[in-house]
């Protein structure tokens, strides 16, 4: 009996050893694979690499930096000459600052048919769209959360209006700040931060995580750190939280540009659904101005008579006819 008893350890104590080897393997394999990832991933786009490195540095924000991705990288330098202009107006007028992505930057149109442009034309204001590819809310409290934004626009004070441009895609883009990390190579704003915290009387605070999980760069890949780490609020209602950082924005908007009115355009893409009545009605009721773009334009904006070429994005006649009314609003 004794003997058998010293078998059953022993076959206990090679499974566990046979077990351990094993997740040692795995996590080798594991190792080797991020690794090698890591030399495609420097190959292939070393210069996105080493501009997302410096402007790490500069934010702080990354202990180890951008060192495993497995998630597409844009390999692309974005030319500042694609960027928007502000367009100058009469000083007396005040100015409008434009947020909110594809559609407001407008997409696919030359400059003259941007609903900024268009407006800056027809009130004589001074318009800045700070709108590109793929940007949404985050991107838009990136630049309020930034004193160099501010700087940039002290001669075009005192701002009136702060206009930010909804479409449904955004609620999916807050939820994934990962999936769009273009940079501009001196344009820090356009990574989206995803440090994130705002408390119940909607302040905003960026708050960087230990550097202990930080740690997490090199264990799991930026994917992975981003999904598990970046924002405590992932499990909350995406409208809920377009809510809460909408909110923020207003906050700082309301104190950074006093008497200044903040202006959300709710646009139907290509999923053809606009803003849930419930949000608008909560947003409407904390002082937003909520304007509908089909309302604006006078009929509806979702037939090819009023998109772009891709059949997604505003055509320059949609803008045309958005601007019209938008201009009456914000005079």
Known sequence: MHNDIFREKDKIKKR??????TVLLIVYIFCIS???SFIMLRKENNNFVLNYNNQ???DGSAFLSYRYAPVKIFNQKINQEELRKQCIGEKNKGSVLFFGGDYMYGAGLDEKDTIPYLINKQTGMTTVNKSFYGENILNMLNYLSDENFYKSLEENLPVKYVVYLYINDHLNKIINPYI????????????VHPYYIIDKQYNLEIKKPFIIKRLLYVLYSTKAYYSFYARKFLKEDTEQ???KLLMAAKKITDRKFEGSRFVIIVYKDGSNIGMNEALWNRLESQGFIMLDAEKLAGHELDSEKWRGADNEHPSA???LDIAKSLSKILK
Request: glycine share 0%; proline share 0%.
């Open 16 to 21: 566990n050893i046979k077990n351990i080897i």
């Open 34 to 36: 991020e690794f090698l």
């Open 56 to 58: 790490a540095a500069k």
């Open 180 to 191: 769009s990390n273009m940079i501009f190579e001196n344009e820090y704003n356009y990574t």
């Open 241 to 243: 939280i377009m809510y």
């Open 317 to 319: 006649a949609a803008n």
